[in-house]
């Protein structure tokens, strides 16, 4: 969109720059209230967890590639196996989907200039950062978890994991709990509020309705988790006897508490996926989602039936019939939304005109990949099989199938598809096509003979295993496959990095997106719109009359919003035009808050309560600093 | 080994595969059935899968013409396919998977019926290994749970410490063991042979070694075992068997062990009043050969790490000794 710019509208964008800018330098990082920055913040710390947790399946690959390995031995094993868990699920693949792909471009995507709570967004990464140096402190000074991600008690109480290992993951969950919900409640807000006026709620890309799921199921999942966690903190840290049955507490409680966050969160993670899903099917297969209606819809029945499902964890613990077969139906009702989205995706494919290029590679192998790991989900209601498979590697690889293929997956092929947006440049296509045949190659190799361990009787969780039970051949193909997938990986990291050096120009809309993202400059301005976008429909970039109507607007000045640091808010449901909102500018308090609170973690962790407690009033004065009047800019 | 009957009759089931630990291979009626469960699944799932991909491949041939393959582009007609293949055939397939699984299976491999079994075992588990008492019997012992072929055995499964997972894939599903709980299952065997089993719930460091085995006898084979299960300890025949006896009671090791007729009476670690007449040491992790024993009780951090059996500072004619008084505790 080549258009030329009266000198009006030069005048106008140069205001916007000078109103919007923030502090050069590194100043400008740790105080920056953007949500683009933020947003990639969130991508290069959850990248850097990504490696981490990669680094420690390997190991576990590397331990578990012949019987009677030593690579590692029991603790280690037990650590890296923890610490995976941990590391993936909550310092990468809710980060990055929420905090980088969440952050960036919700905002982009209902044409608003940043997220409602500036700072309460950069609290949110400042807080995460903490949190995931906080437990990464925990594995370099030797006191790594051993109990495995969903640490059930009592292995997990004093008495049969000494040491700080536990504390470092229960009170690291809790404060990443802090940036998720804080993350959750933001996205909220922004999806009602900062819509651009006339994107009413059937007019929102499918892409928001997946976030606004995600955000509604974290603000409701995470206290059972927080709640749990306390629990347990209480018990190791003061001798309380929550889940201590000796003393009339009670084990199961931690389980339910456990999944009733737990199971929600499966679809926190692949609903942010299947978003970048609808996102990008569109461009690609140059049409309009299928179903646009019923899609939406699912995407918030998922998350609502997602809360209740969780006893199917639990079929093996001896919980009465009843409670079985009823967490069974639930389970098994929440494949139709399930299979609303998919076929929606896949007859959107069939009936358009797709262009096999990178993006949709990854969307192709993740529909592919969810088929598969859906499939075996449901396996898991069908309750003597559950009982059955239950604690196998059968279950190792439908939730890798469910994990990586249908969450990472599309995240991969959303950095490929928003690559050029956030850095103006493109990616090379041919490396970019083998980075997913090698990572797809990669992925079922490592996974798919899991499930035929897994029904040859394998348990997980064991740091070895014998070699006469027939288990050999398909553990080294996994290991092999894992070498493969991180090869891959490793390609998609190198393409990425190189083609920000050295891809071709991208211009502001390579692929025919259909969303607003795409309306504005590669990489985007801080202000996002020098006009606030008009939105007829939710494929806005298909609506050349609108965007030519912005073009007008910003020569006559008309929704420009030049007077100050402000975006539009507008009505919850019909997007009316509601009010101008003043936006926070960029703060130091934030990151100070952060710094304030990791004091308060790491000395209730040693126990030393007066020091915490001077973090805990540390933390009300940064608050009160934080919500002090400012000065008014000119 | 100086008793051969037996140990020849062991020796050559244990080289004959030791004891599988597949779901998929049954040897009991509701291993079965899951195990057809599965391949129905299975079966169901190839079909669901393959036509998905089918319909991506039509995608891909078609890619350059817009619309369905002869019918074009009809909105009401895709729309209807989402509707046939998200909603309408799943709500069959899974109504029929839930009153097959959850209605009718379910009640198949459930905890037996109170009084429709002959006999009941306790097996607790412990940070590693399996206690398996008998009651009504003073029997006890350690990682090997012998009951009689072709009968129903009810299971009472429960734990000393944290959650273990009582599981036997050949004879039946899972069922935890939970502290302050009793759950039950049924253990029942088409033949006689050995079904290898597993701790299936993360339980710490050594939950990679955690087995047992499941012998499965006719039924007068079975009583004869009991009967010597229910015998105290043989007294030792040989001064070194003696001194041997005497090492034991005299270190530590009597403080976690129970061998009946003697003063040891230990509840931490396994039963050992006829620890020679098993098949394998701590839970399946070792054959138990005169060696192996020997290796064991020298060096048990190194066989299994992080075990509660200490390493104990003795001579190597003291571990001898040791080693051949427990060697003949048939």
Sequence with gaps: MAIAVPKAADARIDRLERIWAERPGVMGWLTTVDHKRIGLMFLFTSLAFFAAGGVEALLIRTQLLQPNGTVLGPNGFNEAMTMHGVTMIFLFVVPISIGAFGNYLVPMMIGARDMAFPRLNAFSFWVFLAAGIFMYVGVFSGNAPTAGWFDYVPLAENTYSPGPGIDFYALGLIFTGVSSTATAVNLIVTIFKLRAPGMSINRMPLFCFAFLAVAFALVFALPALTCALVLLEFDRLLGFHFYDIAAGGDTILWQNLFWIFGHPEVYIIILPAFGIATSIIPTFVRRRMVAFPMVALAEILVAFIGFGVWAHHMFAVGLSQVTNIYFAAASLIIVIPSGIQLFAWITTIVTGTPRFKTPLLWIVGFIVLFIIGGLSGITFAAIPFDQQLTDTYYVVAHFHYVIFGAAVFPILGGLYYWFPKVTGRMYFERWGQASFWVSFAGMNLTFFPMHIVGLLGMPRRQYTYPSDLGWTGYNIIESIGAYLLAAGLLMVVANLIVSSFRGEAAGRDPFGGATLEWATSSPPPAYNYAVIPKVSSPYPMWDAEDRDEDVANLASGRMVLEQGHETPASTAVDADWDEILDMPSSSPWPVVLAVAISGIFAFVLLKQWIAAGVFVVATLVVLAAWHGKEPQRA | ?330
């Design chain 2, 1 to 330: 080994m100086k008793k051969w009957g037996w140990g020849i009759t062991l020796g050559a089931l244990l080289l004959s595969g030791c004891g599988k630990q597949s779901p998929l291979e049954p040897q009991s009626p509701a291993s079965h059935d899951i195990a057809v469960l599965w391949w129905w699944m299975l079966g169901i799932a190839a079909v669901v899968f393959f036509g998905a991909v089918a319909l991506l491949a039509i995608g891909w041939v078609r890619r350059d013409r817009p619309g369905l393959p002869f019918i074009g582009e009809n909105e009401g007609v895709t729309t209807g396919l989402v509707v046939t293949f998200g909603m309408v055939i799943p709500v069959i397939v899974l109504v029929a998977l839930f009153a097959v699984s959850d209605l009718w299976l379910v009640k198949r491999t459930g905890a037996p019926d109170p009084g429709t079994t002959s006999m009941t075992i306790r097996v607790i588990g412990h940070q590693w290994f399996w206690e398996v008492r008998y009651p009504g019997t003073r029997a006890v012992t350690a990682n090997e749970i012998h009951i009689p072929a072709r009968t129903r055995v009810q299971v009472i499964a429960t734990t000393a410490d944290v959650i273990h997972s009582f599981w036997v894939p050949q004879l039946n599903r899972k069922i935890d063991m939970i502290p302050g709980n009793e759950n039950r299952v049924l253990l029942y065997a088409d033949n006689p042979g050995i079904y290898r089993g597993q701790c299936a719930e993360f339980c710490g460091l050594q939950h990679a070694h955690m087995a047992m085995k499941v012998f499965a006898e006719p039924r007068k084979r079975f009583q004869g075992w009991l009967k010597d299960q229910e015998e105290r300890a043989v007294t030792p025949a040989t001064p070194e068997e003696r001194e041997g006896r005497q090492l034991f009671l005299q270190n530590a090791c009597a403080g976690c062990h129970t061998i009946r007729g003697t003063s040891a009476q230990g509840s931490i670690g396994p039963d050992l009043t006829h620890v020679a007449s098993r098949s394998t040491l701590a839970a399946v992790t070792l054959p138990n050969t005169n060696h192996a024993l020997e290796r064991w009780i020298r060096d048990p951090q190194h066989v299994k790490p992080g075990t509660k059996m200490p390493a104990l500072d003795l001579s190597n004619t003291d571990f001898a000794a040791i080693g051949s008084y427990l060697d003949h505790l048939r």
